[in-house]
C-alpha cells in the first residue's frame, strides 16, 4: 500500500460510491476510496470490456461491469469519470436506477456545457454537483491511477444556483479527504479560467507537436533527438487523451475561441518585436511572465527546476 497523505477514516464517508468510467481519474478515485476508507463499498463501470476486466483484474472495486446503470444501484455518490461529450448519455442511462437523495457528479474540464447536459435526466430528489479535479498526467487507463494524483491539487466545485447546500458540503469533503483543496465558483467561471489555464495550453501543445512532425527540412527522428525541455514538455502535453480533448475544445468552444483570440494578438505584438529588434518589448514581456512562474511554484502547484532536476 502506498503511504498515507491523509488519517484513514474509521466510518466511511458514503456507504456506497459508484464511479463511471475507469481511466487515469476514474481508477485513481477508486484507489484513494478504498486506502482511505471513503466509502463502505466501491463499484465501477466502463463500456469497454477489456477496461472492466482490467480493472476487475486490479481489484479497483467491489463490483466492476459494463453497465453503469448496474452499477449505480443504491449509490449515495456517482462519479461520472467520462468523457465530456457522452456525460449527458451516461445520465439518461442511469436515471432510472438512482437511489433518491444521491450525489451525482462528475470530473470533467468543461462545466457550462456538463450542466446543460446532465441535469434535464436526473430525477428530483438527487442532487448534481459537477466538479473537477485539476489534476493529471498524460497516461490514461486503469493501469496509469494513483491514489495520491489528488494531494494538494484543486477541485472545482461548480453547483447551480438551486444546488442542495448539504450535498455541496458532502461533495467537498469527500475531495478534501483526498487531499485536494476545493473551491467554489460558478461554471461560466470556471470554463473561462481553465480555457487559458489548460485548454489553450493544450491547444498550443497539440499544434506546436504536429508543426514540428510537418516540417520536411527536419526528420521526425532529429525533432525526438535534439528536443529541448522546451518541446519534450510540449509532448508531454500533447500525448495526452486525444477522445478527452476533442470532447473538451468542442464542448468550451466559446471561451477556447476568446482567450485564442487573445493569445493571438499579444503573440502578434511579439512577432513585431522580433522582427523590428524591439529588445525592450520582449525584455518587459518575458519578466512579467516570469514572475507569474514563480507564483505557481510558491503555491506549490509546480517544483522549482532545480528540485526537478535532483529528480
Known amino acids: 500500500m502506498a503511504e498515507s497523505f491523509a488519517p484513514v477514516r474509521t466510518t466511511p464517508l458514503v456507504g456506497r460510491i459508484a464511479i463511471i468510467g475507469m481511466g487515469l481519474i476514474g481508477s485513481s478515485l477508486a484507489r484513494a476510496a478504498r486506502e482511505l476508507n471513503l466509502a463502505g463499498q466501491i463499484a ?185 525541455g522546451g518541446f519534450r514538455d510540449f509532448t508531454r502535453i500533447a500525448a495526452s487523451d486525444p477522445t478527452m480533448w476533442r470532447d473538451v475544445f468542442l464542448h468550451n468552444k466559446e471561451a477556447v475561441l476568446e482567450m485564442l483570440g487573445r493569445f493571438s494578438e499579444d503573440l502578434s505584438v511579439l512577432t513585431r518585436a522580433i522582427r523590428f529588434g524591439d529588445g525592450e518589448t520582449l525584455h518587459k514581456h518575458f519578466t512579467r511572465t516570469r514572475a507569474i512562474r514563480r507564483g505557481i511554484v510558491s503555491l506549490g502547484q509546480d517544483k522549482p527546476e532545480t528540485e526537478k532536476l535532483k529528480g
Request: glycine content about 6%.
Open 44 to 228: 465501477a463501470a466502463d463500456r469497454d470490456p477489456a477496461v472492466a476486466a482490467r480493472a476487475r483484474a486490479l481489484g479497483l472495486a467491489d463490483t466492476v461491469s459494463q453497465s453503469a446503470a448496474e452499477a449505480v444501484a443504491m449509490a449515495d455518490l456517482v462519479i461520472l469519470c467520462v468523457p465530456v461529450g457522452i456525460c449527458g448519455q451516461v445520465a439518461e442511462q442511469i436515471a432510472g436506477s438512482l437511489k433518491p437523495g444521491a450525489i451525482v457528479s462528475d470530473v470533467g474540464s468543461v462545466k457550462a456545457a456538463v450542466l446543460e447536459q446532465v441535469a434535464p435526466h436526473l430525477p428530483a430528489g438527487v442532487h448534481f454537483v459537477p466538479a473537477h479535479p485539476v489534476a493529471g498526467t498524460e497516461h490514461s487507463g486503469p493501469d496509469a491511477g494513483f491514489s495520491s494524483l489528488f494531494l494538494n491539487r484543486w477541485c472545482i466545485l461548480t453547483p447551480p444556483d438551486d444546488a442542495d447546500a448539504a450535498a455541496v458540503q458532502r461533495l467537498r469533503a469527500f475531495w478534501e479527504a483526498m487531499g485536494a483543496i476545493v473551491e467554489v465558483m460558478t461554471p461560466q467561471h470556471h470554463d473561462l479560467v481553465l480555457a487559458i489555464t489548460s485548454h489553450l495550453p493544450h491547444l498550443i501543445a497539440y499544434n506546436i507537436v504536429g508543426t514540428a512532425n510537418d516540417l520536411e527540412a527536419v526528420t521526425q527522428s532529429e525533432v525526438i533527438k535534439f528536443s529541448a
